[in-house]
């Protein structure tokens, strides 16, 4: 298979951990191995694996990435020291453990890294099955001591005092937005979850905090897709990598007539559009918030922006089904290096349309799979770049303020 699997081990086959004098293994001033720190290549013995990262769509928080690898264990390799008598496998005592740094990578690139959790065994005298459970840092993060926030910042700002908070202590390993909108100054009970507080950060910009393929814990503000070139092109003519499928809907799912926005100790500001209400017979609000937007005016804008985007029905490009042909290295490459946030141009001609339609799309979830000998199979979670559609003096459609448009916000 294209892929491969490494899991940082304190031993190799042979143990292969630090020693002291050793020529290689010994030196401590050029990079020597330490505990944990090697990358132990066990691709021959998975069967196969599943990632799903992301969200299904735009107003979802984003929830930890995760990897499940099938894993072949016939020679009791993957034996957990626990179920061994604390005798050593091949790996090593204690390798098999939770918390063991985990990367998957096609053709070189990584399409996920994380830290493994629980080991599932199956056991049949003669036959015994493993898979191993991973999941990105966004399932690490801990929980907060009480403290308050500081008022008037932008969210990357706000993102990076709580990475430094002591509790969660990240470090460097972090590629945070500015972000748009000011955030209020708020209190931060004890206990409360690094996570969701991030989240509630990240939709006060309507912006996208997620750990990247490579668990980099990342923000995008809402304006990154706004001017952003398509990262990949895919057709259905061949003029892009090609694609086996989309799911499409029209309907309800993201019409309302009324929009409310809510702050933290603010007062909820509404819009309604009486003429979707009459026209679709229709009363369905979206509620968002309570946020922490520091002005009832923040609100009423968000709740305004969102009212020009939900108060018409969409059609909806939901998903994208590739194939990924090992023998097509670019389209591979270009398909593995795509991560949450970014843009993508999805081309495609649907019976009875006039034409080939091309639209540009943001990435919100990513799911793959593959097994030994087989092609990788990838599903792109997508939602439309509505900031495309920015105001512009002059334009023939985006220069009319009295049609409804979608303005820059």
């Known amino acids: 298979m294209a892929a491969t699997v490494h899991v940082w ?30 990358a132990t290549d066990i691709t021959a013995f998975v069967a196969g694996y599943s990632i799903v990262r992301g969200r299904s ?15 072949l264990n016939h020679d009791g390799r ?44 199956g056991y049949r005298p003669g036959d015994e099955s493993a898979s191993w459970d991973a999941a990105d840092s966004l399932a690490g993060l801990p929980s907060f001591s009480e403290w308050t926030a500081t008022a008037g910042q932008r969210p990357g700002e706000r993102l990076a005092a709580v990475l430094d908070r002591p509790e969660v202590d990240w470090g460097p390993n972090r590629n945070l937005d500015a972000g748009v909108n000011t955030l209020q100054g708020d209190f931060v009970s004890w206990g409360s979850s690094v996570l969701n507080y991030c989240q509630l950060v ?36 061949g003029t892009g990598v090609g694609f086996a499928g989309a799911g499409l809907r029209y ?8 929009v409310s926005v809510d702050r933290e100790g603010g007062v909820a500001q509404t819009v309604t559009v009486q003429a979707t209400r009459d026209r679709f017979n229709t009363r369905r609000r979206l509620d968002v918030g309570p946020l922490l937007l520091d002005s009832d005016a923040a609100s009423a804008d968000m709740a305004e922006f969102l009212s020009g985007i939900y108060s018409q029905p969409r059609p909806e490009f939901e998903s994208l089904a590739v194939t990924v042909d090992d023998g097509d290295p670019v389209a591979a490459a270009a398909v593995n290096l795509c991560d949450i946030g970014d843009v993508v141009e999805v ?25 030994a000998g087989e092609p990788r199979s990838v599903t792109f979670k997508v939602s439309p770049v509505f900031q495309q559609a920015l105001f512009t003096i002059g334009d023939p459609v985006l220069g009319r303020l009295d049609t409804g448009g979608v303005l820059a916000y």
Do not use: M
């Not at 769509?57 to 894993?71: F, K, Q, V």
């Not at 990240?202 to 990262?231: E, I, N």
């Not at 309907?251 to 009324?258: A, E, H, K, P, V």
């Not at 649907?350 to 979830?365: D, Y």
């Open 202 to 237: 990240a939709g006060s910009d309507l912006g996208r905090f997620f750990a990247s393929r490579a668990d980099t814990l990342t923000f995008r503000d809402r304006l990154s897709v706004a001017a952003a070139a398509p990262k990949v092109r895919f057709a259905d003519d």
């Open 347 to 371: 081309a495609w001609t649907p019976r009875g349309a006039p034409g080939q339609i091309s639209e540009r799309f943001v990435v919100e979830g990513i799911s793959s799979a593959r097994r």
């Open 9 to 38: 081990f304190d031993t190799t086959e042979g143990d292969n951990f630090f020693t002291i004098e050793h020529p290689t293994l010994g030196r401590l001033d050029t990079g020597g191995v330490l505990a944990g720190d090697i």
């Open 78 to 121: 993957f034996l957990p020291d626990a179920f061994a008598g604390g005798t050593a496998g091949p790996y090593g005592v204690g390798n098999v453990a939770p918390g063991r740094r985990i990367e998957v990578a096609e053709d070189g690139h990584t399409v996920f890294a994380g830290w493994t959790g629980d080991l599932t065994l």
């Open 251 to 258: 309907g309800w799912r993201w019409l309302f007539s009324d």
């Open 57 to 71: 769509s735009e107003l979802d928080d984003i929830d930890p990435g995760t990897c499940n690898l099938e894993l």
